[in-house]
């Protein structure tokens, strides 16, 4: 790793030139997505044939090594942490080279989708947000996109002289093994700074009984086979001890047993969380459709036929309402909401 203290000269508007073939990273404020990116892009550059350069608005070195090892060739480091959205967003810009980038990655967080649009605003970039996949296929670069509708996928095919901006979000890109024995260089850069117009106190963490649950890692949900509203107090319980929220199936829904916007499905919301903790749902077609990119499912049925199985990754044929019983009683951490 060999670095640079030659500052990026600071960029005018976009103007009318060509993309360069380049592959940026913005580094984002949650590292592991930050390995997930250059994975991507990574992949994206070696089939054209290109460098991959990161902007981080932190100042660590090991993270800048860390990203070598990830994938990055070029690490465009601030020479200060960078505090504030118009900070951060200045700064990026600054870097940014002219002409611009044939693809900027980023992530679709909160505050790092909050910097991509601004971004692609102040750089004429074309925004696509949330990316699933960006590759060559037939000579020409492709864009996987999910539907604003948030169920289907849209293919979009960037113009050769367009600039695009793709956003992932945490579990979308596939991060790369960190190669310890990877070269690349570290440039130093004087991050801008802004008047902020909104300075952050401090980050309340949400209430999983509250939130919308498209936007919660871990979900426990239930179908007609918890038995009523009792055994959603159940799940409750359970949910707080796994700081999860609830969801339920169509069918509970109809029955009265929760409130609407807790149904997972074709008909309700579509999830795909860290966790999906089934208990009591059959699977019907309808369900699946709207649960099964979860990341981890573990479904309890007594039905070894169930078709909640064939999605799940772990599946336990069993009474789910006694097995959640015994999981309260078993000794773990105390969450927020039992007493200490």
Do not use: K
């Amino acid at each position: 790793m060999t670095q640079s203290g030659d500052a990026p000269t600071p960029q005018a508007a976009c103007g009318s030139q060509l993309p360069e073939p380049g592959v940026w990273v913005i580094a984002s404020i949650v590292p592991e997505l930050t390995a997930e990116l250059l994975g991507d892009a990574r992949r994206l550059a070696d089939d054209l044939g290109v460098a991959v350069n990161v902007v981080d608005t932190d100042s660590a070195d090991a993270s800048a090594r860390r990203m070598i090892a990830q994938g990055a060739d070029r690490v465009w480091l601030a020479d200060t942490a960078v505090v504030g959205a118009a900070s951060r967003l200045a700064s990026v810009a600054r870097v940014l080279p002219l002409p611009r980038p044939r693809f900027v990655f980023a992530g679709a967080t909160g505050e790092d989708r909050l910097l991509a649009a601004r971004l692609a605003v102040r750089c004429g970039l074309q925004l696509v947000s949330p990316a699933l996949l960006v590759r060559v296929r037939q000579r020409r670069c492709e864009v996987t996109a999910l539907h604003p509708d948030g169920r289907r996928a849209r293919q979009i095919v960037p113009a050769p002289d367009q600039s695009t901006l793709v956003t992932l979000r945490p579990g979308v890109g596939q991060a790369a093994l960190p190669d310890q024995n990877r070269s690349g260089t570290v440039n130093r850069f004087s991050p801008v700074r802004e008047t902020e117009p909104v300075t952050l106190i401090r980050t309340l963490a949400a209430d999983p009984a509250t939130t919308d649950i498209q936007h919660l890692p871990r979900l426990v949900a239930g179908g007609r086979g918890v038995g009523g509203p009792e055994g959603f107090e159940l799940l409750r319980s359970v949910a707080a001890r796994l700081d999860a929220g609830v969801a339920a199936s169509r069918m509970a829904v109809d029955l009265g047993w929760i409130e609407r916007e807790r149904q997972v499905g074709q008909s309700g919301r579509t999830v795909a969380p860290e966790l999906y903790l089934a208990c009591g749902i059959s699977g019907a077609s309808h369900h699946l459709e709207g649960m099964s990119h979860s990341r981890h499912i573990v479904a309890l049925n007594p039905d070894p036929q169930a078709p909640i199985f064939r999605v799940a990754h772990l599946g336990l044929v069993c009474d789910g309402m006694l097995t959640l019983q015994a999981l309260l009683r078993m000794p773990g951490p105390v969450s927020r909401d039992e007493p200490q």
